[in-house]
């Protein structure tokens, strides 16, 4: 007998979390960089694996990389911050750069990465999440509330 299950089997098209810290002042550029995952929902709260932290800090000190190279560039900038060695894979690394590659934070050309068209951080953030990403799911959860309005009135 099979048992049919309640729980919704909806996946989003997109998503995107977005938190608000304290303003971004005396602090070092790991801290910056972690401060910026939480930001846009790369890290969460309170997480200890945050190796995602030191991909993009290693994307940010290189203009282009080869993937192959990002893990050992990883554990370097583990290592000189003293933090532990954990989620430092090679398969967790390249699930990193997939995830800030979704982002449109960085592009990948081959088995080379960079910053998206090496282009200033806030200028991606504005065309590629604010105008673009952000706006289409804005849109949609309008789309949402005008349906709801309109069964509302029926």
Avoid: W
């Avoid at 401060?35 to 929902?41: F, P, R």
């Avoid at 953030?125 to 949402?144: C, D, Q, T």
Wanted: glycine residues 4%; positive net charge; aromatic residues 6%.
């Amino acid at each position: 007998m099979e048992v049919k299950s309640n729980v919704s089997k909806s996946i989003p098209l997109a998503e995107i979390t977005l938190r608000k810290y304290e303003r971004p002042y005396d602090m070092d550029k790991r801290e910056l960089v972690k401060k910026l995952c939480l930001s846009v929902g790369l890290l969460q709260p309170g997480d200890s694996r945050d190796v995602i932290v030191d991909v993009f800090c290693v994307l940010l000190d290189n203009e282009e990389i080869d993937g192959n190279s990002v893990p050992d560039k990883v554990i370097e900038c583990r290592k000189e911050n003293n933090l532990d060695l954990k989620g430092i894979a090679g398969s967790n690394v390249r699930r990193q750069l997939k995830r800030l590659k979704d982002l449109f934070l960085i592009e990948k050309s081959g088995n080379i990465y960079r910053i998206t068209e090496n282009e200033k951080l806030l200028n991606l953030f504005e065309e590629k999440i604010e105008r673009f990403y952000l706006k289409s799911i804005v849109s949609r959860v309008k789309e949402y509330f005008e349906h709801l309005d309109n069964l509302k009135k029926g």
